[in-house]
């Protein structure tokens, strides 16, 4: 494995979180396949599904948008290389805020994210992500704000 090749898996990474805290849509959609494989099981016990990033992205575009604030920190990136595929395992801090002068309305959450990537020329760093999973390990605060930021936005007209 080279040092690029790393470094290019860790930077896909890092744009889900960049994508998702700054609600650069188009930036999240850059770092997907066509189709991606999602497990967020350990979070809310969803199935496991295999979507279109199109489909993916409209799902989780809502309830971000609802939220005043979000900061997603991932560290301890372990990279697995095999030709052009590659896992990543990163650690996960997310800090949600629904209202930001209300603490009572914060949730955050920790845990690690498994990904599969594939090499592409697609993507921005040569990498996409074809498949997601979260495993969350601990989590504090009101949970509820998450679908109160997806209600909250779609009250609003235009969003």
Request: proline share 3%; glycine share 6%; aromatic share 12%.
């Amino acid at each position: 494995m080279s040092i690029e090749d790393k470094y290019n898996v860790c930077e896909t990474v890092y744009r889900f979180a960049h994508g998702v805290d700054t609600r650069d849509w188009n930036l999240y959609r850059s770092i997907f396949t066509d189709e991606v494989a999602v497990d967020y099981s350990s979070y809310a016990g969803f199935s496991p599904a295999t979507v279109s990033r199109d489909e993916w992205i409209e799902g989780v575009r809502p309830i971000f948008n609802g939220l005043d604030a979000t900061q997603h920190l991932m560290s301890n990136a372990v990279v697995q290389l095999e030709d052009d595929v590659a896992h990543c395992r990163m650690y996960l801090w997310a800090h949600h805020v629904f209202d930001a002068q209300d603490p009572l309305s914060w949730f955050t959450l920790g845990g690690y994210y498994d990904d599969h990537l594939v090499r592409s020329n697609d993507g921005p760093a040569g990498w996409l992500i074809d498949s997601v999973k979260l495993t969350v390990t601990w989590r504090t605060g009101d949970q509820n704000i998450m679908s109160a930021g997806r209600t909250r936005r779609l009250a609003q007209p235009g969003s």
